[in-house]
């Protein structure tokens, strides 16, 4: 169970907030079909992208990762879109030292560079400060070294990153990882957008372990997500 922290924004979180929720429901069945979708293989890292911006990337990477966490997983949240940050906002955590500081600073340890969230179970990477070239920082071979040591450490990574269809920090990573969960917004995906995100997923040799839906009901201001 996820220890109230009344520090945490009410807003994304909504699986702290009120577990009790259809959308906390809806996320716990999103968790049980990606188990599924690895019953052969045991799903240790995995990638969170959408084709464009804006899409719910990471409102779904923070409460996923809320929801493995409550399940009895150590999880780590790592934010890995080193342009548009929001993981250290969302969990209203310092972000002086995260993914950027520890790729860099070949010489430190993870573990300087991960802290506590406030939710049993679940440790965060912020971003750490904005790089000038994100790309690069994930593409290292330091990058690929990380990957290993970090899920001999916890039981899943979840990467937080940018749309895939603007640049291609997803596909680098998605590469690295064991598996992608791809959202798509209601009325704000297009379809174009959706077979181009596929295209560059297959492109990485990605293994594409979803699709979430994220939908808003129409004159209702409650979300829902549906897994595909
Ligand atoms: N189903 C939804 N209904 C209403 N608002 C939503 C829904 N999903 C996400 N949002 C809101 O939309 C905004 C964008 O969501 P979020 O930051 O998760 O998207 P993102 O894909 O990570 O964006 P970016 O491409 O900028 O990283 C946020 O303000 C979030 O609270
Ligand atoms: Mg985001």
């Known amino acids: 169970m996820a220890k ?25 069945a999103i968790r049980s079909n990606i188990n599924f979708s690895s019953v052969d293989k045991d799903l240790q890292s995995m990638v969170i992208t959408s084709s464009g911006a804006g899409e719910g990337k990471s409102t779904m990477s923070a409460n996923l990762a809320v929801v493995f966490a409550n399940s009895g997983k150590r999880v780590l949240l790592v934010d890995a879109d080193l342009r548009k940050p929001t993981v250290a906002l969302t969990f209203r955590l310092p972000n002086h030292r995260g993914l950027s500081t520890l790729i860099a600073d070949r010489n430190s340890q993870f573990d300087d560079h991960i802290q506590e969230s ?41 990467f937080d990153m940018p749309p895939i269809g603007v640049v291609t920090d997803a ?58």
């Not at 109230?4 to 996320?27: D, G, Y």
């Not at 049993?120 to 070239?133: A, D, F, H, K, V």
């Not at 181009?196 to 990485?204: E, G, I, S």
């Not at 839906?213 to 979300?223: F, H, I, L, R, T």
């Open 118 to 158: 406030g939710v049993e179970n679940l440790s965060i990477m912020t971003s750490g400060p904005i790089p000038p070239n994100p790309s690069e920082l994930l593409q290292s071979q330091r990058m690929t070294d990380l990957i290993p040591e970090l899920t001999a450490q916890f039981d899943l990574i979840i």
């Open 171 to 228: 596909q680098i990573l998605a590469a690295k990882t064991d598996g992608t969960l791809l959202v798509v917004r209601e009325r704000k995906t297009t379809k174009q957008g959706l077979i181009k995100a596929k295209k560059l997923l297959t492109l990485a040799n990605a293994h594409l372990i979803g699709v979430v839906y994220n939908g808003v009901k129409k004159g209702n201001a409650d979300n829902y997500y549906y897994y595909a």
């Open 4 to 28: 109230k922290n009344n520090n945490l924004s009410p807003v994304s979180l909504v699986t702290v907030a009120n577990a009790n929720s259809v959308i906390s429901e809806q996320l716990r």
